[in-house]
């Protein structure tokens, strides 16, 4: 399994762009890449998921670098709704694996 | 579309009662399915996942036990509640063919006393 490492906690202020950087260094051939995010008393919901190079939603932007051992969740222009914790996810697409997460980041925005 | 339902979405036991949690998912089939436990101010720890019927795998050691009688439905379960198995639990799913996207139920809050 590819283990992820996020940091604990970040503060950013409204208007700002947020960069979330998660490590997984022992990330297998057929793994993706996917980031939730979670608010309290709610379960995680998904916000982007990438395999290389740059991905880009309507929430979001992911880039993954060439070896694949970091990827960089970015939030534009964060506001005070962001606030919550983010969640880095590494596995295999193939059916019946287990999806295991880290410790996520937990995000603060300040007006 | 596919949605999935989990309840109840708050429950109080004393220690030692049995634990029945359910979560049903609509609109796929054969999907994967998944518990999760979240301690208060805790990431995510998981605890089981099934990929059919009748098949359940476990992650970790536990005072708790999951079912899966039909292909859309996940049971999570215990015969005594011990202390430590409060938590905000919670059942995804995701498709069965692959793609590692999860769809999160909205969890239980359970505390034991």
């Known amino acids: 399994l590819a283990k992820t490492t996020q940091p604990i906690s970040m503060d950013s202020y409204e208007g700002q762009e947020v960069n979330i950087t998660c490590s997984h260094n022992n990330i297998a051939t057929n793994d993706y890449i996917t980031w939730y995010q979670q608010f309290p008393s709610q379960g995680p919901r998904f916000i982007i998921q990438?395999?290389?190079t740059k991905v880009t939603n309507e929430v979001a932007s992911l880039f993954i670098p060439a070896d694949r051992k970091s990827s960089t969740l970015s939030l534009p222009r964060v506001s005070l709704s962001d606030t919550a914790v983010y969640y880095c996810l590494v596995g295999d697409t193939g059916a019946g694996n287990m999806l295991t997460f880290g410790g996520g980041t937990r995000l603060m925005v300040k007006p | 579309s596919q949605t999935i339902h989990q309840w109840p979405a708050t429950l109080v036991q004393p220690v030692g009662s049995p634990l029945s949690l359910e979560c049903t998912v609509e609109g796929t089939s054969n999907p994967n399915l998944y518990w999760y436990r979240q301690a208060a101010g805790r990431g995510l720890q998981l605890l089981f996942y099934s990929v059919g019927i009748g098949q359940i795998s476990s992650e970790v050691p536990q005072n708790l036990s999951a079912s899966r009688p039909q292909d859309r439905q996940f049971i999570l379960s215990s015969k005594k509640l011990l202390l430590s198995d409060s938590g905000f639990y919670l059942c995804?799913?995701?498709?069965?063919?692959?793609?590692?996207?999860?769809?999160f139920g909205s969890g239980t809050q359970l505390s034991v006393l």
């Open positions: 995804a799913w995701r498709d069965g063919g692959g793609m590692e996207k999860l769809f």
């Open positions: 990438g395999y290389k």
